[in-house]
């Protein structure tokens, strides 16, 4: 008799266990089964590591420029409705941009600091994904004002002239060169032939070659320190002190003012003396620039026909060619 209660027990404990993992069972279907319902809401498979990328922003735009950018998911989820917001300072609110309801953004640049980001919704308008923000950057550069016009064509008042620090300039720098052999540059050229009729494309093209000209690719200042690479992969170092500046007049009867800066340490191989051209005459940090070096300070003075130069080296050739038009 105990011994048929002992059976009895065992039996029935099995029993217990195996309905309660049945049901624990069902519990874990019946989950999944409300997560893909809800993952696949209006048709749309949602997924946790889908993410906007948004492709296209500039370095940076001029007033009036185009921004045109193009958003995308990193993931197939089926169909979504696209939405762009956009505000100008982070005090304002997100304002929906009417009439942008595809993944492609197009509007004029006309604040700098706004700011945009790509929104997906479902047929509720509820957010499923949404991007980055991005910031636009607006650099008129030297300024639409007529004194800043006036300076940068080289007509300014000696009283105007400030003596200028190393970290105007300081920053990683990009020849200009490599993209001119390439082709890069060649509508920008064009641009210049059509606008005044003085030369002819190739006229452009042949004094451009001659005047970006050089054999180092890339610049790097920091501090008091100037690194040249050359596109034979040297690479020499110095340290710089300002050594005052000189003003040059030109043929056309316009000016230009040339910042020297003398070697005091460092490496023997590199120039002695080293000038700064940016059409900036007075502290202000310089968004592209033509540069002069050699041993001879006087000598450099007199040269007018060979001026690298010298942009961001964060600035793709897109950027390149539209701040080359604007100028």
């Not at 009895?8 to 266990?17: E, F, G, N, P």
């Not at 002190?241 to 043929?251: K, M, P, R």
């Not at 002695?272 to 968004?287: A, R």
Request: net charge negative; aromatic share 12%; glycine share 6%.
């Amino acid at each position: 008799m105990n011994e048929f209660i002992k059976w009895s027990s065992l039996i029935s404990s099995v029993l217990l266990l195996a309905a309660c993992q049945e049901v624990a069972s069902d519990e874990v279907v019946t989950n999944d089964f409300e997560d893909v319902e809800e993952s696949q809401k209006n048709g749309i498979n949602l997924s946790a590591s889908a993410e906007i990328e948004i492709k296209g922003l500039a370095h940076h735009y001029h007033t009036g420029d185009e921004i045109e950018l193009s958003a995308e998911l990193t993931e197939d989820v089926g169909v979504g409705n696209w939405n762009w917001h956009i505000k100008n300072s982070d005090e304002d609110q997100w304002e929906v941009v009417n009439g942008l309801d595809s993944h492609i953004f197009s509007r004029e640049a006309t604040t700098n600091g706004s700011q945009i980001k790509a929104v997906v919704k479902d047929d509720d308008d509820e957010v499923m994904y949404e991007s980055e923000v991005m910031e636009v950057v607006i650099d008129d550069h030297h300024g639409n004002d007529e004194e800043t016009r006036r300076i940068y064509n080289g007509f300014f008042y000696n009283t105007e002239i400030e003596d200028r620090e190393l970290s105007d300039w300081e920053g990683e720098w990009q020849s200009v060169n490599q993209y001119l052999l390439s082709g890069v540059l060649d509508p920008v050229f064009e641009s210049k032939a059509a606008e005044d009729g003085s030369m002819t494309f190739d006229e452009y093209k042949d004094y451009y070659t001659v005047g970006y000209e050089t054999d180092v690719e890339d610049i790097v200042i920091e501090d008091d320190s100037f690194t040249f690479f050359y596109e034979d992969g040297k690479e020499i170092e110095a340290e710089y002190e300002y050594d005052g500046y000189e003003i040059l007049v030109y043929e056309k009867g316009n000016r230009g003012v040339r910042f020297v800066y003398n070697r005091v340490g460092g490496s023997d191989d590199m120039p002695q003396y080293i000038q700064f051209s940016d059409h900036i005459i007075s502290p202000e940090e310089s968004d592209h620039f033509h540069l002069y070096w050699g041993d001879d300070r006087e000598a450099l003075l007199d040269e007018v026909i060979n001026w690298p130069t010298y942009y961001p080296s964060n600035l793709d050739t897109v950027g390149l060619v539209r701040d080359m038009l604007a100028h």
